[in-house]
């Protein structure tokens, strides 16, 4: 009976611990608020999101929102930097190795006109239909203030 109870005990553990999921979280659109200007997050073109080593996820309504937050960020390490691609609205893609566009040619919520692409190909078609500047994550950085390394 002890070795039953010992045993039943360990699978409740393994599936404790199996349950945490510490990568992308999905985000709730018309009711998760940005962790960054309180805003409802609606626009599956521009949201993005931080999860850190830990699991904590933290939500933006837009990608200048995530960078602002990281002026100050003084919170865990970061696990994954995420933006989500402008042509697959609602699907998140790594920061890092994203396209960017600033272009007023396509609005972001907060005003900044920042779009991500996961696709080189993709930010140059769009580029070429409205203009603006294009960036990498350093570059985008760098132009909007952070100067910080985030990666």
């Given at each position: 009976?002890?070795?039953?109870?010992r045993?039943a005990?360990?699978?409740?553990?393994?599936?404790?611990f199996s349950?945490?999921?510490?990568?992308p979280?999905?985000?709730?659109y018309g009711?998760?608020?940005c962790d960054?200007c309180?805003?409802?997050i609606?626009?599956?073109?521009?949201a993005a999101?931080i999860?850190?080593?830990k699991?904590?996820?933290?939500?933006?309504?837009?990608?200048?929102c995530?960078?602002?937050?990281?002026k100050k960020w003084d919170k865990?390490e970061?696990k994954?930097?995420l933006?989500?691609?402008?042509?697959?609205?609602?699907v998140?893609?790594n920061?890092?190795e994203?396209n960017?566009?600033?272009?007023?040619g396509?609005p972001?919520?907060m005003?900044a006109?920042l779009s991500?692409f996961a696709e080189?190909?993709?930010?140059?078609?769009?580029f070429?239909?409205?203009?603006g500047?294009?960036?990498?994550?350093?570059?985008?950085l760098n132009?909007?203030?952070s100067?910080?390394k985030?990666?």
């Open positions: 009976m002890k070795n039953l109870i045993i005990y360990l699978m409740l553990l393994v599936a404790l349950s945490c999921d510490r990568g979280q999905p985000i709730i009711e998760d608020a960054f309180r805003m409802t609606v626009d599956q073109q521009h999101q999860v850190t080593q699991g904590r996820a933290y939500k933006y309504d837009a990608i200048e995530m960078i602002n937050d990281l865990l970061v994954h930097y933006v989500t691609d402008y042509k697959n609205p609602g998140l893609t920061a890092l994203a960017y566009l600033i272009s007023e396509i972001s919520p005003g006109f991500a080189e190909s993709t930010r140059q078609k769009a070429d239909s409205v203009g500047q294009m960036f990498q994550w350093s570059q985008l132009e909007l203030g100067g910080q985030h990666y």
